[in-house]
């Protein structure tokens, strides 16, 4: 089993901030693959489904970004999971727009979701960082980050959403560096 995280802030209201980016991803890979419906459990909302055979809980923690490790940590425990059966989609500044990059483990980068889901499991889960881009003054970030999409982003969000989507069945088969390839080739630019 994997518990398939994507990080977020709850409620109609943040729905499409960039800060989102992750909720989107991991709703896109449910619907994608055909999860069940949406309930809540563990501080957040999950659905369950199979993907290459494995059994795959999908969850967006309903606690806020800042406490997102209290609904990671409640999951993991109830299903006496290892940190290495959590899969983390979530926004990455550093990284320019609709680029993704995985790695296993490593610092939070001053992403509180990740600190809080760091302080909860420790570091040794895999995180999907989805680059949203960084608005140029670090005094900027807060607005930047909680602040809806702009229509011009549909032009890559969708393809990456998509793109992880399909691809994700690569990461449940301990394939991370085909996913990110087959996410690269999918989203990189036309030839």
């Known amino acids: 089993m994997l518990l398939l995280v994507g990080l977020g802030n709850p409620g109609a209201d943040y729905a499409r901030h960039r800060h989102n980016i992750g909720f989107m991803a991991v709703e896109e890979i449910a619907r994608r693959h055909g999860f069940g419906p949406w309930k809540r459990r563990f501080q957040g909302q999950t659905a369950e489904g199979t993907v290459a055979g494995d ?11 800042n406490l997102s490790g209290q609904s990671v940590g409640a999951a993991l425990q109830f299903f ?42 420790g570091k040794d889960y895999h995180r999907v960082r989805l ?5 140029g003054d670090k005094n900027l970030v807060s607005g930047y980050v ?15 959403l998509d793109a992880c989507a399909d691809a994700f069945p690569l990461l449940v088969q301990g394939q991370p560096e085909n996913f ?3 996410v690269a080739l999918a989203t990189g630019p036309a030839r």
């Open 55 to 65: 059994k795959i809980l999908a969850l967006e923690p309903l606690t806020y970004m």
């Open 80 to 121: 006496k999971l290892k940190p290495e059966q959590v899969i983390v989609f979530h926004d990455e500044l550093d990284l320019p727009p609709g680029k993704m990059r995985m790695k296993k483990g490593g610092g939070h980068g001053g992403h509180n979701g990740l600190r809080s889901i760091d302080g909860h499991i």
């Open 131 to 135: 680059g949203i881009g960084h608005p």
């Open 146 to 160: 909680l602040h809806d999409f702009a229509k011009a982003d549909k032009v890559w969000l969708d393809p990456l």
């Open 180 to 182: 990110m390839n087959k």
